[in-house]
């Protein structure tokens, strides 16, 4: 039978290899927090965009169609209701495009869908409000009531084509710089590679 000075000297050893075994394991306990994902990574407001020519128009023509808008919407009885319908649809159409690709741009979301030509979704946009917001206008202001409501909606409605109008050529001219640069850069890689194709058959041995 074993002494007990033996069984302690068994304990001992036993707690001592427990703790050389625990401090050599490469499975630690960690005690390292988790961090929550951040889902709205990579979304932030482009301050510079809203500082630039484009991000100025956009928030003017988004002001400018909504108190339009409000003008129309406080006419409580026309005849013929027209011009009142038309305009209303306008600047309703309007206010909520432009103010998507306000919000779209502004945040930088555009970037995530890089297959949509922004440039010229862009460009479609302004040229179609310039157009709409023009006729709507005319019509409202041939035909009217001479109330205080439609003389405003009227006001606003040119002033917002004229805002239009500006972004429709800035628009143009960003989108012509765009094809600009992309048609030469375009085909000096085609060039390039013609020419490393051609080298390659030139160094080619003739097959026998």
Not at 107 to 114: G, S
Request: charged share 15%; with cysteine; proline share 3%.
């Amino acid at each position: 039978m074993r002494t007990s000075e033996e069984t302690e000297g068994f304990d001992g050893e036993a707690s001592n290899t427990s703790m050389i075994s625990g401090a050599s394991s490469p499975y630690q306990p960690t005690t390292e927090p988790v961090h929550a994902r951040n889902v709205l990574g990579g979304i932030r407001c482009d301050v510079d965009y809203l500082k630039s020519y484009f991000g100025i128009l956009k928030v003017v023509e988004v002001v400018l169609s909504l108190i339009g808008f409000i003008c129309i919407e406080t006419i409580m009885m026309c005849s013929p209701c027209g011009g009142v319908y038309f305009f209303e649809f306008v600047s309703c159409s309007a206010l909520v495009v432009t103010g998507v690709l306000l919000l779209i741009f502004s945040l930088n979301l555009h970037i995530k869908v890089p297959l949509v030509n922004w440039s010229l979704t862009d460009l479609v946009n302004t040229a179609a409000s310039t157009c709409f917001f023009f006729l709507s206008s005319l019509v409202l202001a041939c035909i009217n009531h001479n109330t205080g409501a439609e003389i405003a909606a009227v006001i606003f409605g040119f002033l917002v084509t004229g805002v239009y109008g500006i972004n429709t050529f800035l628009a143009v001219r960003r989108w012509r710089l765009g094809n600009g640069c992309q048609g030469p850069s375009q085909s000096s890689e085609y060039m390039r590679a013609r020419t490393a194709s051609h080298g390659e058959m030139e160094a080619r041995p003739e097959l026998a």
